[in-house]
Nanobody, 120 residues
Framework: QVQFVESGGGLVQPGGSLKLSCAAS??????????MSWYRQAPGKERELVAG????????NYVDSVKGRFTISRDNAKNTVYLQMNSLKPEDTAVYYC???????????WGQGTQVTVSS
């Protein structure tokens, strides 16, 4: 059974930084075979795709609102994907989740997410 465990969230002031981690387990194939993505869901809004990283060459893509501020990366030896978030804004406040896939989530099950709150 696939499991995603997100961590690293917290309360940070505008302009601050956080690094999120997501550890995956129970995958059918090796972690390196999966593209991975980060999503977020703000209160009262639908879950949105934030960033993705491909399985093969590690190419990345980002939603326009985070380009230049967020960086997605992966460590295949640790079955973990990361999201470095810099220059955080109040509108980045949300629960952040990871899943496999680039454009749409591969798995129906989600982790508990990690809360990011940007506030002064």
């Amino acid at each position: 059974q696939v499991q995603f465990v997100e961590s690293g969230g917290g309360l940070v002031q505008p302009g601050g930084s956080l690094k999120l981690s997501c550890a995956a387990s129970g995958l059918t194939f090796s972690f390196r075979a999966y593209s991975m993505s980060w999503y977020r869901q703000a209160p009262g809004k639908e879950r949105e795709l934030v960033a993705g990283i491909s399985s093969a060459v590690g190419s990345t893509n980002y939603v326009d609102s985070v380009k230049g501020r967020f960086t997605i990366s992966r460590d295949n030896a640790k079955n973990t994907v990361y999201l470095q978030m810099n220059s955080l804004k109040p509108e980045d406040t949300a629960v952040y989740y990871c899943n496999a896939g680039l454009r749409t989530p591969t798995f129906a099950s989600w982790g508990q997410g990690t809360q990011v709150t940007v506030s002064s």
